[in-house]
């Protein structure tokens, strides 16, 4: 025969004080992040004003990069590894900006090695240049010759074409026409033809090795031979 155990009594739940406590932890909680979304409200909002300034009264020009560093230029601590310059009025206005380093260069957004003397479009706002933002997706004319220079070189050196009165040119017609094809883009993975996947990961020896035994860039190299 089974037997019946009487069911326990459990003491009787207050939901007035759990309520309470469920309420004073979360004011505490609140408390606690309130300042963490102040400051994110503050670097936000900062961030949406100069996006505003820049779209309605942005203005133009050229910048030149004067420093690039492994470090921050003003002081060791900070992020900010390029130093440039750009005209307002009759004065130079100093920026500073951000770029991806590895063991061998600093590198921008469009994937080319960054040097001293590297000209890129830049937007100021029109009566603060303290607002600005540096365009390295749109180098000048200049930095774009310098670049396709740079790329008949290395061309050159790994012997695309066999050394001959003609290599020279070869090379500059090869870079000219990996540029019209394959942009910036183009020019960096022939830049970058033996960085190792750890040290560049968009532009590499294996990248490279894909690139160059592409069908269109055999027929481009072939185009150039004459």
Same mark, same amino acid.
């Given at each position: ?13 207050? %939901? ?23 400051? &994110? ?17 942005? &203005? ?22 390029? /130093? ?29 090695? %960054?040097? $001293? ?80 996947? $750890? ?16 069908? /269109? $860039? ?9």
């Amino acid at each position: 025969m089974l037997s019946r155990v009487p069911p326990q009594k459990g003491k009787p739940i207050n %939901l007035l004080k759990s309520k309470k406590k469920l309420q004073i932890t979360i004011w505490h909680k609140l408390l606690f992040l309130s300042p963490v979304f102040a400051i &994110i409200l503050i670097i936000k909002g900062n961030e949406w004003y100069s996006e505003y300034q820049l779209l309605n009264n942005g &203005i133009e020009t050229v910048a030149t990069i004067t420093i690039v560093s492994s470090i921050g230029v003003r002081d060791p601590v900070e992020i900010n590894n390029v /130093e440039f310059e750009f005209s307002y009025n009759d004065s130079i206005v100093k920026g500073y900006s951000l770029a991806q380093i590895n063991n061998n260069f600093a590198f921008s957004e469009n994937g080319m090695p %960054l040097f $001293v003397g590297d000209e890129f479009t830049l937007k100021y706002v029109k009566d603060n240049p303290e607002i600005y933002e540096l365009n390295y997706n749109k180098p000048t004319y200049k930095t774009i010759e310098k670049y396709i220079f740079i790329t008949s070189e290395t061309l050159a050196a790994i012997g695309i074409y066999p050394k001959s009165q003609s290599q020279i040119k070869q090379c500059n017609c090869l870079s000219k026409k990996i540029y019209n094809k394959y942009n910036l883009d183009g020019l960096a993975t022939i830049i970058f033809h033996d960085e190792l996947i $750890v040290e560049n990961i968009m532009h590499n020896s294996f990248a490279f090795k894909k690139f160059i035994n592409k069908k /269109e $860039v055999k027929e481009l190299i072939k185009m150039c031979e004459n």
